[in-house]
């Protein structure tokens, strides 16, 4: 069974695991973490990386950069402007072209503007961005992203950082089904389950952060999440049984000796 690549863009990777970079106990284990988890995508918020002084110590200085594509995202926006602007400033430290936009509604739940997200990605995508938008798990929402250009679309399994899972997959089934891009279920993704999850659902990749670097083991959890990428994305390919309301015999009963 041929396994395609995940293409975002004019970007391809073999892995479907994007990891984020925060919240590592130290960066040893980070470095371990990302090695464990195969990744080729790392996303990291722009705010927190000392551009105007590159020789001050960073969290990302452990990790051998050559190996990875970069994700920056706006963290900490909350206007589409502030979020181009941070873009804007990515792109000129040659960080990268591609950007993750996050315009956050709301700071309790952390939960996309859908608004400003829409925004964003219509100023970037004109500006030349490759622009992969977070957003909610609204199918229409995603569909006005599509059609403004964006180059995937990152619909949240639920509130970031929560790790309570896909709370609604028919809703994220639907983005799957008529989304003309990849789409990366990102956010509020919790253990390996989830990501299997998401992925036999047909999902293109998978980002997160919280699930591996808050585990109690980060590496032991990276492992265990490429493996679910796998798991799900085979099953997915593989194709599922359908579900039946009632009991249907393993073996068939026509071939029962007498």
């Known amino acids: 069974m041929a396994e395609e690549h995940l293409k975002i863009g004019s970007y391809t990777f073999k892995s479907r695991l994007l990891l984020g970079t925060g919240k590592f106990s130290d960066l040893d284990v980070q470095q371990q973490a990302v090695d464990a988890s195969e990744t ?16 001050n110590p960073n969290f ?69 961005f490759t622009v992969l938008p977070y957003t909610s798990d609204d199918p229409i929402l995603a569909r006005h992203l599509v ?20 709370l609604n997959p028919h809703y994220l089934s639907f983005i799957i089904e008529e989304a003309k891009v990849p789409v990366i279920v990102d956010a509020g993704v919790g253990s390996p389950a989830d990501v299997a999850a998401a992925m036999e659902l047909g999902a293109d990749a998978v980002l997160l952060n919280t699930a591996v670097a808050g585990a109690k083991n980060p590496v032991l959890m990276a492992e265990a999440m490429k493996l679910a990428i796998e798991a799900g994305r085979k099953g997915f390919l593989a194709g599922r049984i359908a579900k039946k309301r009632y009991a249907n015999a393993s073996s068939p009963m026509d071939m029962m000796i007498e």
């Open 40 to 55: 080729e995508v790392l996303t990291f918020a722009i705010r927190r990386l000392n551009i105007d002084n590159p020789d």
């Open 60 to 128: 990302l200085e452990r990790l051998d950069l050559k190996k990875y594509t970069l994700l920056p995202n706006t963290a900490g926006a909350q206007t589409a402007e502030e979020a181009v602007r941070i873009a804007r400033l990515a792109k000129a430290s040659g960080l990268c072209d591609m950007i993750k936009v996050e315009v956050i509604g709301d700071m309790r739940t952390l939960l996309p503007d859908p608004i400003g997200t829409l925004k964003a990605t219509e100023m970037l995508v004109k500006e030349g």
């Open 147 to 166: 059609e403004a250009g964006a180059a995937a679309i990152m619909p949240g399994a639920s509130p970031i950082g929560s790790g309570l899972g896909l």
